[in-house]
């Protein structure tokens, strides 16, 4: 299996809203991240985890909080987001030893109204 | 600060005419440069690592190259399944961040 999965595909939330991106990879990747990719730009990184623990937060937002409940799964909980919010946020994973090559998900298009 | 720069920033080609892209960095203690295919409302897809200058790789119509300051993805002879936007980046030893260009839109017409 060397796919990373992500849902929802998309979301459409309110700004008083809560809701929780998940991310799911079973090719035993110990590095996990969070980008987060706005129309004909390039990815941005958010988050990176390292064997379950935070390892880099690129000054995101606290609207924005990552959880790694286990090395399998990576969450994305979103709370009080802006319309400048809306983007696709794509999970990727990597093995401890090659952190280049990372496997992304499909990602989840995110809409914040 | 690192940086990759990709140009053309848009690329329309006739099916069977081969082309270049290019990707431009300035990586400190560069470990790999990278080359991802991305969709329309997809992931990004990884194609090649390349580690020193002079490497080269292939992949079906794509061939990726390695200089001291640029990189070269060659597409011979693409095809409409080509059509989509190639990424390049690049990453540099004790740092988990791998810095993106901002891409190259590419379109086949067949």
């Known amino acids: 299996d060397t796919e990373v999965t992500q849902t929802p595909k998309h979301l459409v939330m309110g700004m008083t809203n809560k809701k929780s991106l998940k991310c799911e990879q079973h090719?035993?990747?110990?590095?996990m991240y969070w980008y987060k990719q706005k129309a004909k730009k390039p990815p941005e990184l958010m988050f990176v985890?390292?064997?379950?623990?935070?390892?880099i937060n690129e000054s995101v937002p606290s609207r924005f909080s990552p959880e790694c409940p286990n090395s399998s799964l990576l969450n994305l909980h979103l709370h009080a987001l802006q319309p400048e919010d809306s983007a696709l946020y794509l999970c990727?994973?990597?093995?401890?030893?090659?952190?280049?090559?990372?496997?992304f998900g499909s990602g989840t298009q995110l809409s914040v109204l | 600060e690192d940086q990759v720069t990709q140009s053309p920033e848009a690329l329309r080609l006739q099916e069977g005419e081969s082309s270049s892209l290019n990707c431009s960095y300035t990586?400190?203690?560069?470990?790999?440069l990278f080359w991802y295919r991305q969709d329309p409302g997809k992931g990004p897809e990884f194609l090649f690592t390349?580690?020193?200058a002079g490497e080269e790789k292939e992949k079906e119509r794509l061939k990726a190259t390695l200089t001291k300051k640029e990189s070269f993805l060659h597409i011979t002879a693409p095809k409409p399944e080509d059509s989509a936007t190639y990424l390049c980046?690049?990453?540099?030893?004790?740092?988990?961040?791998?810095?993106f260009g901002t891409g190259t839109r590419l379109t086949i017409i067949p």
């Open positions: 990727a994973s990597a093995s401890s030893d090659l952190y280049e090559k990372l496997f």
């Open positions: 090719m035993g990747h110990r590095a």
């Open positions: 985890y390292s064997y379950e623990k935070l390892s």
């Open positions: 990586v400190s203690g560069l470990r790999g």
């Open positions: 390349l580690y020193s």
């Open positions: 980046a690049g990453g540099g030893f004790g740092n988990e961040k791998l810095t």
